[in-house]
């Protein structure tokens, strides 16, 4: 599975920005996408999820300010982030959970964006 991340950069406080990312390549259904966030030599951690069903889960951070979104056809996330703040600061990795039966799940991780909030 090939995780395409685009829609990071620098932004001032209390603006917005819109990351997507689209999966392909995938043999079996994916269900879970989402996005996590990681600052250097830190543990890489929750921002938000969508299940396929349409199910999601955010961080305490960033509920409110925060809207996961998926368009399932595609097998594309998006994450609106609005009010940003410079703690939002931080490389954003998108995932994807592709359900293989008995086989189990495996996640695929994307190879980050940057996402630079300025005070």
């Known amino acids: 599975v090939h995780l395409v991340e685009s829609g990071g950069g620098l932004v001032q406080a209390g603006g917005s920005l819109r990351l997507s990312c689209a999966a392909s390549?995938?043999?079996?259904?994916?269900?879970?996408m989402g996005w996590y966030r990681q600052a250097p030599g830190k543990q890489r951690d929750l921002v938000a999820t969508?299940?396929?069903?349409?199910?999601?889960n955010y961080a305490d951070s960033v509920r409110g300010r925060f809207t996961i979104s998926r368009d399932n056809a595609q097998n594309t996330v998006y994450l609106q982030m609005n009010r940003l703040k410079p703690e939002d600061t931080d490389v954003y990795y998108c995932?994807?959970?592709?359900?293989?039966?008995?086989?189990?799940?495996?996640?695929?991780w994307g190879q980050g964006t940057q996402v630079t909030v300025s005070s």
């Open positions: 995932i994807a959970q592709e359900i293989r039966g008995l086989a189990g799940w495996h996640d695929y």
């Open positions: 390549g995938n043999r079996f259904r994916i269900n879970v």
């Open positions: 969508v299940t396929s069903g349409g199910s999601t």
